[in-house]
């Protein structure tokens, strides 16, 4: 609302504020779309709701680039622009902040089962596609988001700080009509993957409670409710999406991404070749130390007061 509208044109209620603007936008979210669009139980039934959210999220890349390209109130000099970019940060600290949150965007493995079930020609090949096209395809979004992003702010001192501190796009002041209408697009976003984040959850919740059946109308209807409103609290009680992002990308979708298949895989596929086995507990100690090492780094920078 700030953003499109302007601080001084917004109700103290709707605005800044974790007691203010961001509960009641954060209630009502959860009331009036969060839990409704959570209660059905295909991917099938979210398709449109989720084709804008592709859309958006690509309107967003594109408002990125065109104003990298065009805004020359924002990059007055390309060239200045790419060549005065500092395009690689390798240290300890910034691999170790960083994992995280890669884990987090790449967290998708909860929704295969349920996508493989609604293919309607299903096979291991078939799936392999959807899932490397996919991925690939989020890379690419990825990858210009953060390089059109980062490089359009470098001659922008201001903008770039913001960037750094806030490390979230969104909170950079753009004088462009283009980028108010992104951030719409993002909330769009935002609106439609939300449920698919609930969907597994529910179906993993099914086959623990009701092994032999389904969850009825009314039943889908409380665990849904019940979810919802857990993630709504978790939510308000969060400081940040970015301490989020660093809490579950190193505890829960790590474990969920990486130890628990590789675990899986050891114990399912004793007879797998003595080269395979070396990369699968290579590659579970090396996520299980990040992710102990990011966890105590948040951890300490927080007990810090960054």
Same mark, same amino acid.
């Given at each position: ?64 680039? /065109? /104003? ?45 089962? /349920? ?12 799936? $392999? ?11 690419? %979004?990825?990858?210009?988001?953060? #390089? ?16 750094? $501190? ?48 389904? /969850? ?45 298949? #590789?675990?899986?895989? %050891?114990?399912? !596929? ?17 996520? #299980? ?8 780094? !948040? ?8």
């Amino acid at each position: 609302m700030i953003i499109l509208f302007g601080e001084h044109n917004v109700p103290t209620m709707l605005g800044k504020g974790k007691w203010q603007g961001e509960l009641f936008w954060a209630t009502a979210y959860t009331l009036i779309l969060f839990i409704p669009l959570s209660i059905p139980r295909s991917v099938g039934k979210l398709r449109i709701n989720s084709l804008l959210g592709v859309l958006a999220s690509i309107y967003v890349v594109l408002c990125l680039v /065109m /104003m990298f390209l065009f805004n020359k109130d924002l990059v007055p000099d390309i060239s200045y622009n790419i060549q005065n970019a500092r395009y690689f940060k390798f240290s300890s600290e910034s691999i170790i902040e960083g994992i995280p949150y890669v884990v987090y965007a790449y967290m998708y493995q909860p929704n295969i089962p /349920m996508i493989y079930r609604e293919l309607n020609y299903k096979s291991y090949n078939r799936m $392999e596609k959807v899932i490397s096209r996919g991925a690939g395809s989020v890379v690419v %979004l990825y990858l210009f988001a953060a #390089i059109f992003g980062y490089i359009g702010l470098v001659s922008n001192d201001v903008g770039l700080q913001t960037l750094i $501190e806030s490390k979230d796009v969104l909170e950079v002041k753009y004088n462009s009509r283009f980028f108010n209408v992104a951030v719409l697009g993002l909330l769009i976003a935002t609106f439609a993957a939300t449920p698919l984040c609930i969907l597994p959850s529910k179906d993993t919740y099914e086959e623990l409670a009701y092994p032999h059946r389904i /969850m009825t109308k009314d039943q889908n209807l409380y665990v849904t409710t019940v979810m919802c409103l857990i993630c709504y609290v978790l939510a308000v009680a969060i400081p940040g999406i970015g301490d989020a992002i660093t809490i579950l990308g190193c505890t829960t979708n790590s474990l969920i991404g990486f130890i628990l298949p #590789i675990v899986f895989y %050891l114990k399912l !596929f004793p007879e797998a070749s003595k080269s395979k086995k070396i990369q699968c507990w290579v590659c579970l100690a090396f996520i #299980i130390t990040l992710s102990l090492q990011s966890l105590l780094a !948040f951890i300490k920078n927080k007990t810090a007061g960054e």
